[in-house]
T-cell receptor, first 115, second 118 residues
Framework: KAGVTQTPRYLIKTRGQQVTLSCSPI?????VSWYQQTPGQGLQFLFE???????NKGNFPGRFSGRQFSNSRSEMNVSTLELGDSALYLC??????????????FGPGTRLTVT | AQTVTQSQPEMSVQEAETVTLSCTYD???????LFWYKQPPSRQMILVIR??????QNATENRFSVNFQKAAKSFSLKISDSQLGDAAMYFC???????????????FGKGTSLLVTP
């Protein structure tokens, strides 16, 4: 099976702009989660989508949003970019099953640099 | 709050030797999984090993094994016969159930940077 894919892998944006990142989960996985990784804050949970619905949200401002499509692919959007949004954004997918209890598989990440 | 603590920011091991990375966590749940992830310089987060809390037997995946002490809420990772390719950041992770009681978010420790020397 193909793994989780993320596009683009690298992105450079200017303050005030907006950006959209894309994630395609492992085939059959219906849950997609997004994480932000920075040297200072480590890995922080952004949100989780399942069946096109946001099911869980982390403590991030409303500038961070996402959506999920019927094929489980997900996008996240950051509007009005700030310098502090520079980070590695990781997408993870999981098989919805009580037996799996949070086991997630990650994509290679999108490195966003805001100048 | 459910927290994950990795007290060793950096560790070093010689090739072919064994190293143990520590992790403690806090939870009020009784049935849960725990995970170790590896993040090499490529930044791809790779699932190394999982432990099911209701299983007393420690999980093992080839050269990787865990020492799970449920009462002490301790979940350490042992890497045997270390190889140069094991050099990476290692993260301990605990899945926190969402408020809606379906789905989970992973709560990660700060990570341990493992250096493998020839």
């Amino acid at each position: 099976k193909a793994g989780v894919t993320q596009t683009p892998r690298y992105l450079i944006k200017t303050r005030g702009q907006q950006v959209t990142l894309s994630c395609s989960p492992i085939s059959g996985h219906r849950s997609v989660s997004w994480y932000q990784q920075t040297p200072g804050q480590g890995l922080q949970f952004l949100f989780e989508y399942f069946s096109e619905t946001q099911r869980n949200k982390g403590n991030f401002p409303g500038r961070f949003s996402g959506r999920q499509f019927s094929n489980s692919r997900s996008e996240m959007n950051v509007s009005t970019l700030e310098l502090g949004d520079s980070a590695l954004y990781l997408c993870a997918s999981s098989l919805e099953s009580r037996l799996k209890k949070g086991e997630q598989y990650f994509g290679p990440g999108t490195r966003l640099t805001v100048t | 709050a459910q927290t994950v603590t990795q007290s060793q920011p950096e560790m070093s091991v010689q090739e072919a030797e064994t190293v143990t990375l520590s992790c403690t966590y806090d939870t009020s749940e009784s049935d849960y999984y725990l995970f170790w992830y590896k993040q090499p310089p490529s930044r791809q987060m790779i699932l190394v090993i999982r432990q099911e809390a209701y299983k007393q037997q420690n999980a093992t995946e080839n050269r990787f094994s865990v020492n799970f002490q449920k009462a002490a809420k301790s979940f350490s990772l042992k890497i045997s016969d270390s190889q140069l390719g094991d050099a990476a950041m290692y993260f301990c992770a605990y899945p926190v159930p969402s408020n809606s009681n379906s789905g989970y978010e992973l709560n990660f420790g700060k990570g341990t940077s493992l250096l493998v020397t020839p």
